[in-house]
């Protein structure tokens, strides 16, 4: 993607195009810093909780986004039903109901009919009970009444189950996380490992090269190209042994955790 906003960043005539594509693939550089930061003791443990978090909130996501559709389908058609059609519309729909989910209420806009009747009966002492207002449009009273509800629902219920998954992945994982930083500094290590040390995108010269060699050695009939990445040089009854071990060690975790829980339960009821 950086090759294609480069190039179109160079012809005139879409520059601008160009250089909005750049500044979106400098997202991408500033979220790979994350992958470095992994191999860190103290912070790459909570990257990993946190790519966990993210597909077990999906669902609660997915409700979420369910409940502001609803919301601001009615808010929008009640609140605005004289409005000829526009893709600003759809956007409408979620842009401030989404803000709602973070305390941003619009209380000028809740009920624009009613408070214009109550200001005018402050003010100038009329019947509020016969007051009209040319805010006041058909049904101006069920948009407060699902805004109401949504609010019960997505502020109370939604989000505070999916603080409640985020917090379930933490207890879950902090115990592990020295084994979870072993595991992502060695999957960096193989990573880098393989990974070509010339930088993109002349990575294209280095596959170039060893694309050579594949067709030279093959063509002088030789068996094996030189590779001087990572090996297991391990038989197989050796490897069905280190995994017979690790699934001893695996089974071993288990039942000490299985004591441990016992012991907890029983300590608490005699307490």
């Known amino acids: 993607t950086y090759v294609i906003a480069f190039f179109i960043r160079c012809n005139p005539s879409s520059r601008m195009v160009g250089r909005v594509l750049l500044v979106c693939n400098s997202v991408l550089w500033s979220l790979k810093l994350l992958d470095y930061l992994r191999v860190f003791r103290q912070l790459g443990p909570y990257i990993t909780m946190a790519a966990e978090m993210i597909p077990r909130m999906l669902p609660i996501l997915s409700m979420l986004f369910v409940s502001l559709l609803a919301f601001g389908l009615v808010r929008e058609a009640i609140t605005y039903p004289y409005e000829k059609w526009h893709w600003l519309l759809v956007r409408n729909i979620f842009y401030k109901p989404y803000f709602m989910l973070y305390g941003e209420v619009y209380a000028p806009e809740i009920d624009t009919c009613g408070d214009a009747i109550w200001e005018g009966h402050r003010k100038h002492g009329s019947d509020s009970s016969n007051s009209t207002s040319e805010n006041c449009v058909p049904g101006y009273f069920i948009a407060p009444l699902f805004m109401t509800v949504f609010m019960l629902i997505s502020n109370v219920l939604l989000m505070n189950t999916m603080v409640a998954c985020g917090t379930y992945v933490f207890e879950h994982n902090v115990e592990n996380t020295q084994e979870i930083w072993l595991f992502e ?57 280190i995994h017979s071990f690790e699934e001893e060690c695996v089974e071993d975790m288990e039942r000490e955790k299985d004591i441990l829980s016992r012991v907890q339960m029983m300590s608490e009821s005699v307490t």
């Open 185 to 241: 500094r060695y999957s960096q290590v193989m990573e880098y490992d393989s990974t070509p040390f010339i930088p993109p995108p002349f990575t294209i010269f280095y596959h170039a090269f060893w694309l050579f060699r594949w067709m030279r050695a093959r063509k002088f009939s030789r068996k094996n190209v030189l590779d001087a990445s990572l090996k297991l040089f391990l038989s197989e009854e050796q490897i069905e042994k």
